[in-house]
């Protein structure tokens, strides 16, 4: 059973930073694409930023500049470091994997989710 676990969120006031984690446990074989994405109230899912590879990555353009989405491959990890953070940052965040494990294919899981709330 393959799981995605988001940390990291939390309460911040504008400007300031928060650092997100996903980790996935289970009968790992490999991990291709991963994402972070996030949906605030009353708006759909959207995608902040994917990552292949540290050296294909792939931002939402209201977030360029100011995020950095990384992975750490032996820990089968994923982080997203938020700086500058505004309060249209707000939302749930979703971390998202196109995982091979040790059933036939690959899958797409998705985390439970974490709260980012920046005050103005």
């Known amino acids: 059973q393959v799981q995605l676990v988001e940390s990291g969120g939390g309460l911040v006031q504008a400007g300031g930073s928060l650092r997100l984690a996903c980790a996935a446990s289970g009968s790992i074989f490999r991990i291709n694409l991963m994402a972070w994405y996030r949906q605030a109230p009353g708006k759909q899912r959207e995608l902040v930023a994917a990552i292949i590879s540290d050296r294909s990555t792939n931002y939402a353009d209201s977030v360029k500049g100011r995020f950095t989405i990384s992975r750490d491959n032996a820990k089968n990890t994923m982080y997203l470091q938020m700086n500058s953070l505004k309060s249209e940052d707000t939302a749930v965040y979703y971390c998202?994997?196109?995982?091979?494990?040790?059933?036939?294919?690959?899958?797409?899981?998705w985390g439970q989710g974490t709260q980012v709330t920046v005050s103005s």
């Open positions: 998202n994997a196109n995982i091979v494990s040790n059933r036939p294919g690959q899958y797409v899981y």
